[in-house]
């Protein structure tokens, strides 16, 4: 009787054990759930879209800054005489281009008077009062008359052109000169500030860093097995490795990652690795987790810490249903 009581303890405890490493494997290698998750944001790169001196240096690092905030503000001296100079050039424009209506107006009315005393001699002659000659030389003051009014519409066109050019000159100016103070697209948090006071800016060059407070969101890193049961608007538990829970949800999937084994070679070609490893690690897929908007702690979160995210199965958002 006790052999065969031992006999079934050791086929229960086999059982048992066989049961639990099947639910272990399960867990492991098809339940949605990941330790490689990160907490991510947005990061806007702010740039100097003119040259010169920072004069102003409106921040701190990792200081909390409002959209529209100023940052930092490039000496605007020289842009400032580059909009005097615009507008200068844009009250000659137009000087010079009142001085051309009016030659018009004059050619006009000299035209008018010319074919006025053409068309009187010509009369004149028809009886014989005048020669022909007389007639001649009016009519040839009047072929005068309306070439120099055609040669003052061409110059009243390059005026009005010289107009519209100086004043594209003066936006530009005037948008450069507004350029010169640097202000924050987003509301967020400067980060590893680099940039000091009495640095010459170059157009282009990076200057502040922004991360955007309203962009955190989790990105998940899930093996390819685990895929299939997980969908957009599956609910999600996120726990930090300091501690910190709160809720999500599944965004969006991403639909591919790189494939090391096929990287161009000669002409184009696939250059696939002739090796072949026998153990085969299941490829992970980024998934992008968005954080409850109500989470009290959002405010805390720092990007790039570490997370371990677990799908509800059959749990969808609200949104979802």
Known sequence: MKKILAQLTTLAVVALAFVLGWFAWEHYT????????????????????????????????????EKGQLLLEIDPSRYTLAVQHARRSVEVAKAAL??????????????????????????LKERSAISGEEWEKSSTEVAVAQADLLRNQANLGFAQANVQLAIAALAEAEHDLERTRVESPV???ITNLLTRQGDYATAGGPLVAVVDSDSFYVSGYFEETKLPRIGEGDRVDIELMS???????????AFAIADRENLPGGRLL????????????AQRVPVRIQIDPDYAGKANLRAGTTATVTVRENHKSEEQR
């Not at 501690?243 to 999937?253: K, L, N, Y």
Request: charged residues 25%; hydrophobic residues 35%.
């Open 30 to 65: 098809r339940a949605p759930w990941t330790r490689d998750a990160r907490v991510r944001a947005d990061v806007v790169t702010l740039s100097a879209d003119v040259a010169g001196r920072i004069v102003n240096l409106g921040v701190q690092d990792n200081q909390h800054v």
């Open 243 to 253: 501690g910190e829970r709160f809720g999500g949800t599944v965004q969006s999937i």
């Open 187 to 189: 509301s967020g948090y």
């Open 98 to 123: 009142g001085q051309s209506e009016a030659t018009i107006v004059a050619s006009q009315a000299l035209l008018r008077q010319r074919q006025s005393e053409e068309h009187r001699r010509r009369t």
């Open 270 to 281: 696939a250059n696939i690795n002739p090796s072949y490893t026998w153990i085969k690690l």
